[in-house]
């Protein structure tokens, strides 16, 4: 997205009106309890499109956000400050079991659970590469496979084996290993991140759009 004005044109949630029910409260974790105590909104010059800056209160603790969002023809997409620090909730076009593997990976990034969250991400990862009709008799095995067919370009190839071998020392410890180093585990779960992104969310973003053509041009 290259400017505000692009919100909700591309991808996003269905329909045209702000989907409050999936904003959480980040102070209280309640989800969809809001009031609008303030909306404001910006129209595009020598334009349609309009921007929307609402302030939602809390239902629960009477705690405050601020919500900026656009609608397009089908689809509106919005940003929440603050939002939560805790994760809820995978994106809802990733497979389930990949969701919550990654939800565990982030979840012990953020307690410091270093080994953890490197053995879940290398769960999440084994799972989306299986997920791809990936072939072979261990996780080495799969990752090169998916590089052969050309699903997995040759970088994200290296860097899934780092994943691996990472996962793999937590997973199965020996006695004279230490922990997982805390830069490493943030690392290959930003890899698993933008392994996950190149997977499910990109090819989504593109159907969004081909779908959105095809319905302007009929």
Same mark, same amino acid.
């Given at each position: ?52 800056? %609402? ?14 969002? =656009? ?43 270093? %080994? ?14 299986? %997920? ?52 490493? =585990? ?33």
């Amino acid at each position: 997205m290259d400017s505000w004005w692009s919100l909700g044109e591309w991808s996003g949630q269905s329909g045209t009106d702000l989907a409050v029910y999936q904003i959480t409260c980040p102070f209280c974790g309640e989800s969809g309890n809001f009031s609008t105590e303030f909306s404001a909104k910006k129209k595009k010059p020598n334009g349609r499109k309009v921007l929307n800056f %609402d302030t939602l209160k809390c239902g629960n603790c009477a705690s405050f956000v601020q919500v900026f969002w =656009a609608a397009g023809d089908r689809l509106h997409e919005y940003r929440v400050q603050p939002w939560p620090l805790k994760l809820e909730k995978a994106p809802d076009h990733w497979p389930e079991a990949i969701g919550r593997y990654w939800l565990q990976a982030k979840r012990n990034i953020r307690d410091e659970n270093w %080994d953890a969250a490197a053995v879940m991400a290398r769960s999440a990862l084994q799972l989306a590469l299986r %997920d791809q009709n990936a072939m072979g008799k261990n996780l080495r095995e799969e990752i090169d496979n998916l590089s052969q067919k050309g699903i997995l370009p040759k970088i994200m190839q290296e860097w899934s084996h780092h994943v691996r071998e990472l996962g793999n020392e937590s997973a199965h410890p020996q006695a004279n290993h230490g922990p997982t180093d805390p830069r490493d =585990a943030r690392n290959i779960v930003q890899f698993l991140d933008f392994f996950l992104e190149y997977s499910y969310t990109l090819p989504k973003r593109i159907n969004d759009y081909r779908q959105r053509k095809e319905r302007n041009d009929t």
